[in-house]
Protein backbone atom coordinates (compact mmCIF):
# COMPACT_ATOMS: atom_id res chain seq x y z
CA UNK A 1 0.00 0.00 0.00
CA UNK A 2 1.31 3.62 -1.06
CA UNK A 3 1.83 6.01 1.70
CA UNK A 4 -0.80 7.99 0.62
CA UNK A 5 -3.08 5.12 0.63
CA UNK A 6 -1.81 4.08 4.33
CA UNK A 7 -2.78 8.09 5.36
CA UNK A 8 -6.05 7.94 4.11
CA UNK A 9 -6.92 4.34 5.39
CA UNK A 10 -6.29 5.55 9.11
CA UNK A 11 -8.36 8.68 8.53
CA UNK A 12 -11.30 6.99 7.31
CA UNK A 13 -10.23 4.47 10.22
CA UNK A 14 -10.25 7.71 12.65
CA UNK A 15 -13.37 9.59 11.23
CA UNK A 16 -15.53 5.74 11.61
CA UNK A 17 -14.38 5.45 15.55
CA UNK A 18 -15.04 9.64 15.69
CA UNK A 19 -18.59 8.80 14.25
CA UNK A 20 -19.36 5.39 16.50
CA UNK A 21 -18.03 7.77 19.53
CA UNK A 22 -21.17 10.67 18.58
CA UNK A 23 -23.57 7.97 17.99
CA UNK A 24 -22.43 6.24 21.42
CA UNK A 25 -22.42 9.58 23.02
CA UNK A 26 -25.98 10.26 21.33
CA UNK A 27 -27.28 6.99 23.17
CA UNK A 28 -26.28 8.07 26.57
CA UNK A 29 -28.35 11.75 26.17
CA UNK A 30 -31.55 11.96 28.72
CA UNK A 31 -33.59 12.03 25.66
CA UNK A 32 -36.67 9.59 25.62
CA UNK A 33 -37.04 7.37 22.54
CA UNK A 34 -38.64 3.86 22.15
CA UNK A 35 -37.19 2.53 18.68
CA UNK A 36 -39.83 -0.62 18.27
CA UNK A 37 -38.19 -1.20 15.25
CA UNK A 38 -41.20 -0.78 13.25
CA UNK A 39 -39.48 0.87 10.33
CA UNK A 40 -42.38 3.32 9.30
CA UNK A 41 -39.74 5.95 8.91
CA UNK A 42 -37.87 3.66 6.74
CA UNK A 43 -40.55 4.12 4.30
CA UNK A 44 -39.43 6.87 2.01
CA UNK A 45 -41.74 7.23 -0.59
CA UNK A 46 -44.46 7.45 2.19
CA UNK A 47 -43.24 9.56 4.57
CA UNK A 48 -41.33 11.51 2.07
CA UNK A 49 -38.50 12.04 3.78
CA UNK A 50 -34.89 10.84 3.29
CA UNK A 51 -32.14 10.62 5.54
CA UNK A 52 -29.28 12.93 4.46
CA UNK A 53 -25.48 11.72 5.99
CA UNK A 54 -22.53 13.60 6.23
CA UNK A 55 -19.21 11.77 4.37
CA UNK A 56 -18.19 10.02 8.21
CA UNK A 57 -21.49 8.75 8.06
CA UNK A 58 -21.79 7.70 4.96
CA UNK A 59 -18.42 5.79 5.32
CA UNK A 60 -19.72 4.17 9.18
CA UNK A 61 -23.07 2.62 7.31
CA UNK A 62 -20.80 1.44 4.14
CA UNK A 63 -18.15 -0.20 6.39
CA UNK A 64 -21.41 -1.90 8.19
CA UNK A 65 -22.83 -2.51 5.33
CA UNK A 66 -20.12 -4.94 3.50
CA UNK A 67 -19.55 -6.19 7.56
CA UNK A 68 -23.42 -7.51 6.78
CA UNK A 69 -21.98 -9.50 3.48
CA UNK A 70 -23.42 -7.16 1.17
CA UNK A 71 -21.47 -5.00 -1.38
CA UNK A 72 -24.03 -3.44 -3.77
CA UNK A 73 -27.14 -0.72 -2.31
CA UNK A 74 -30.11 -2.25 -4.05
CA UNK A 75 -32.32 0.05 -5.44
CA UNK A 76 -35.98 -0.12 -3.96
CA UNK A 77 -38.88 0.23 -6.33
CA UNK A 78 -41.27 0.73 -3.31
CA UNK A 79 -39.12 3.60 -2.23
CA UNK A 80 -38.16 2.10 0.96
CA UNK A 81 -34.64 2.55 2.08
CA UNK A 82 -32.19 0.62 0.56
CA UNK A 83 -30.84 -0.75 3.97
CA UNK A 84 -34.02 -2.52 4.66
CA UNK A 85 -34.22 -5.80 4.32
CA UNK A 86 -36.42 -6.97 2.09
CA UNK A 87 -36.92 -10.41 3.63
CA UNK A 88 -36.97 -9.50 7.09
CA UNK A 89 -38.03 -6.25 7.11
CA UNK A 90 -35.18 -4.83 9.49
CA UNK A 91 -32.12 -2.38 8.96
CA UNK A 92 -29.55 -4.38 7.88
CA UNK A 93 -27.04 -1.84 9.75
CA UNK A 94 -29.39 -1.12 12.84
CA UNK A 95 -26.53 -0.24 15.05
CA UNK A 96 -25.10 1.62 12.48
CA UNK A 97 -27.80 3.42 11.19
CA UNK A 98 -27.32 7.00 10.62
CA UNK A 99 -27.52 10.23 12.76
CA UNK A 100 -30.80 11.38 11.16
CA UNK A 101 -32.47 7.76 11.51
CA UNK A 102 -31.76 8.08 15.06
CA UNK A 103 -32.89 11.45 16.04
CA UNK A 104 -34.94 13.01 13.28
CA UNK A 105 -37.26 10.64 11.30
CA UNK A 106 -39.44 8.33 13.75
CA UNK A 107 -43.12 9.72 15.41
CA UNK A 108 -43.52 6.10 16.65
CA UNK A 109 -40.30 6.43 17.95
CA UNK A 110 -40.71 9.88 19.92
CA UNK A 111 -41.08 12.40 16.91
CA UNK A 112 -37.30 14.46 15.93
CA UNK A 113 -34.98 15.16 18.87
CA UNK A 114 -34.79 19.16 19.68
CA UNK A 115 -32.15 20.51 17.37
CA UNK A 116 -30.33 22.30 20.38
CA UNK A 117 -30.15 18.86 22.17
CA UNK A 118 -28.27 17.53 19.13
CA UNK A 119 -26.40 20.80 17.98
CA UNK A 120 -23.17 20.09 19.17
CA UNK A 121 -23.10 16.45 17.60
CA UNK A 122 -24.03 17.76 14.21
CA UNK A 123 -21.25 19.93 14.51
CA UNK A 124 -18.91 17.35 15.02
CA UNK A 125 -20.20 15.10 12.50
CA UNK A 126 -19.78 18.19 10.29
CA UNK A 127 -16.27 18.66 11.27
CA UNK A 128 -15.37 15.19 10.64
CA UNK A 129 -17.04 15.09 7.17
CA UNK A 130 -15.02 18.41 6.25
CA UNK A 131 -11.42 16.39 8.04
CA UNK A 132 -12.60 14.02 5.03
CA UNK A 133 -13.29 15.95 2.17
CA UNK A 134 -16.87 16.09 2.41
CA UNK A 135 -18.47 19.79 1.76
CA UNK A 136 -22.51 18.82 2.64
CA UNK A 137 -24.38 15.78 3.72
CA UNK A 138 -26.00 14.08 0.90
CA UNK A 139 -29.01 11.78 0.23
CA UNK A 140 -28.70 8.35 2.01
CA UNK A 141 -28.24 6.08 -0.47
CA UNK A 142 -25.95 7.90 -3.21
CA UNK A 143 -23.91 8.72 -0.17
CA UNK A 144 -23.28 5.06 0.59
CA UNK A 145 -22.73 3.99 -2.73
CA UNK A 146 -19.84 6.40 -3.01
CA UNK A 147 -18.29 4.26 -0.57
CA UNK A 148 -18.92 1.04 -1.30
CA UNK A 149 -17.41 1.71 -5.01
Partial sequence: MTPRREAIAGERKQAAADVRKIYSELAGRPVTRNCTLRTECCQFLLTGKTPYLTTGEALVAAQAFKAAGRRTLPAREDGACPLLDPRTAKCLIYDSRPFGCRT????????PYPRRDVADLIHRLEAIAHHLGGTEARPLAGAIREFLA
Fill in 104 to 111: HFCAAAGG
